[in-house]
């Protein structure tokens, strides 16, 4: 069974830089291809960014683009989100999720993801 546990949210002050860790358990990492998502409230959950087995492949939404870097570590079971010039729009709850991958270079879109971590609140202020 896969779980995820995700690590490193906070309150930062706007234009200030947030990493958040998430580790997966109970499979083995290096076969999963990993995202994050987001949900503010009253919003509906966006897909941020994803990146493949093997790291080469990347995407990132519009709104992130540029800002957050989306990075793993298979020797640590461990995909990173790096978030430089955090804007108070990015408050949200972040989550962390995974999806068996047969090929190692593809990057899952959105809702083919099948696994999620529980979440961890980043709350950015002016």
């Known amino acids: 069974q896969v779980q995820l546990v995700e690590s490193g949210g906070g309150l930062v002050q706007a234009g200030d830089s947030a990493r958040l860790s998430c580790v997966l358990s109970g499979r083995t990492f290096s076969t999963y291809a990993m995202g994050w998502f987001r949900q503010a409230p009253g919003k509906e959950r966006e897909f941020v960014t994803g990146i493949s087995r093997s790291g080469e492949n990347r995407y990132y939404a519009d709104s992130v683009k540029g800002r957050f870097t989306i990075s793993r570590d298979n020797a640590k079971n461990t995909v990173y989100l790096q978030m430089n010039s955090l804007q108070i729009e990015d408050t949200a709850v972040y989550s962390c999720?995974?999806?068996?991958?047969?090929?190692?270079?593809?990057?899952?879109?959105?809702?083919?993801?099948?696994?999620w971590g529980q979440g961890t609140q980043v709350t950015v202020s002016s």
């Open positions: 999720a995974a999806r068996a991958e047969s090929t190692l270079s593809r990057v899952p879109i959105g809702d083919e993801y099948r696994y």
